[in-house]
């Protein structure tokens, strides 16, 4: 079970063990991404390294300011050396989805990372993906719980899974 971190409008975050799970599901700012960036160096205290899932809901919205983008840059280059795998799950579809892939693209170009990171359709292919970075993850009950932490954070049924 995901436990809860930190909760505010925009986002709900929360751990489950050493991954970092972060909900957004508002406006994104600059000030948000600043709490959760301590709630990420926390953990990141507590486990040494972790890994990353961030869901971006429907309900997220607006094109990222210059401010947010160099908010975000900011954050990856602060904790990229403690970050075992990053996936970003875009829960969401049309420009929205379109502006969420374009803004993280723009960022790893920008970075060059040196930890894998990449953006999906479903919590189920982003954590797939991320075991292959970190074998220490329960497949089947992370998929679970953060599905359920996502559905909890819209309060609504549990997120639609690949086939």
């Known amino acids: 079970m995901v436990e809860v971190l930190g909760e505010w409008p925009g986002v709900k975050v929360g751990k489950l063990g ?4 972060s909900v957004w599901r508002g406006t994104i700012t600059p000030q948000l991404v600043e709490q959760v960036n301590a709630l990420q160096g926390q953990l990141i205290k507590e486990h040494g390294d972790i890994t990353a ?4 809901t429907g309900q997220s919205s607006g094109v990222p300011s210059e401010e947010l983008r160099q908010a975000s840059i900011m ?3 602060r904790f990229q050396a403690h970050v075992r795998g990053s ?5 969401t579809s049309g420009v929205k ?9 723009g960022l790893s170009l920008m970075l060059s990372p040196s930890s894998p990171h ?3 359709r479903t919590v189920e292919e982003a954590m797939r993906w991320l075991v292959e970075h970190d074998p220490r993850l329960d497949l089947g009950a992370a998929i679970r719980d953060i599905e359920a932490f996502a559905a909890q954070a819209l309060e609504l049924a549990p997120m639609k899974r690949s086939a």
């Open 18 to 21: 050493s991954v970092l799970v």
């Open 53 to 56: 899932v961030g869901v971006l």
């Open 75 to 77: 954050a990856m280059k």
């Open 87 to 91: 996936a970003l799950v875009i829960a």
């Open 97 to 105: 989805a379109m502006l969420a892939r374009t803004f993280f693209a």
């Open 118 to 120: 990449r953006a999906f």
